[in-house]
């Protein structure tokens, strides 16, 4: 069965994999893929269904749901920081173009920036469209989901400082459109997603424990999200 791309607004679409998403961004010159998802789904194929250009992919982290798709391509740009856990633990294939935050790439007639959220993953990112005033992709920033925080390579410090700087430049976003959970998101989600990060390392969250990809953790709801945390 055919996939076909769904319109977010103009030149911008989104492909559901299994609860993952994928965005493409067409510019004059090039079309920008964010992230590949988990299921190895012909990327080229449903990215040139929306825009027949020049491919470039770009991956907001290197966690599997997200990178599934990567042995399509030769090359990819993503946050060093990433490094360890592509090559490491997921075994990824391709050349790593770097990445850092405040990196423009340009479409043709359309630029959009990287902006580094780290915690998640030490390289998180995701892409502020100053034009539509919107952030695409990633995981710190969702709503009514599940963010994962469980893990050597997670850090809740760290996500709380990467929010907080983020914030910083809140007039320049009005919504996000994150990789999981609810598609479009208000701003106004992330002081809430710090508040509730800073409860849970103030030892004010009580959570749930449970048992995610065989490992035991704990739940905190944090009421627009739930955050999986170390067990101890």
């Known amino acids: 069965m055919q996939i076909q791309p769904m319109k977010l607004y103009e030149n911008t679409w989104v492909v559901d994999d299994n609860g993952v998403r994928i965005f493409i961004l067409a510019g004059k010159e090039k079309a920008l893929i964010i992230d590949t998802g988990m299921s190895g789904l ?10 027949d250009l020049p491919l470039m992919l770009l991956n907001t ?16 740009y993503m946050h060093p920081s990433e490094a360890i856990v592509y090559h ?9 173009l770097p990445v850092f935050d405040g990196d423009l790439i340009d479409l043709g007639g359309r630029t959009v920036e990287v902006v580094h959220v780290p915690g998640h993953t030490p390289g998180s990112i995701t892409v502020l469209d100053k034009e539509e005033r919107c952030l695409i992709g990633g995981d710190p920033i969702q709503e009514d989901g599940d963010i994962y925080m469980f893990g050597l390579h997670r850090d809740m410090e760290a ?3 990467g929010l907080e700087r983020l914030w910083q430049r809140e007039k320049e976003f009005d919504f996000i459109y994150p990789s999981h959970a609810e598609l479009k998101v208000s701003k106004s989600v992330i002081p809430k997603l710090i508040s509730g990060a800073k409860d ?26 739930r955050f999986l945390c170390d067990l101890n």
Request: proline share 2%.
């Open 42 to 51: 012909p990327v080229r194929d449903i990215a040139r269904q929306a825009a």
């Open 61 to 76: 982290h290197a966690d599997g749901d997200h990178t599934g798709g990567n042995d399509a391509f030769d090359e990819f």
């Open 88 to 96: 490491k633990i997921q075994k990824g294939k391709g050349r790593m």
């Open 159 to 161: 996500y709380i400082a």
């Open 200 to 225: 849970i390392l103030a030892g004010k969250c009580s959570g749930t424990e449970k048992e995610v990809h065989g490992m035991k953790i704990l739940s905190v709801d944090i009421g627009v999200d």
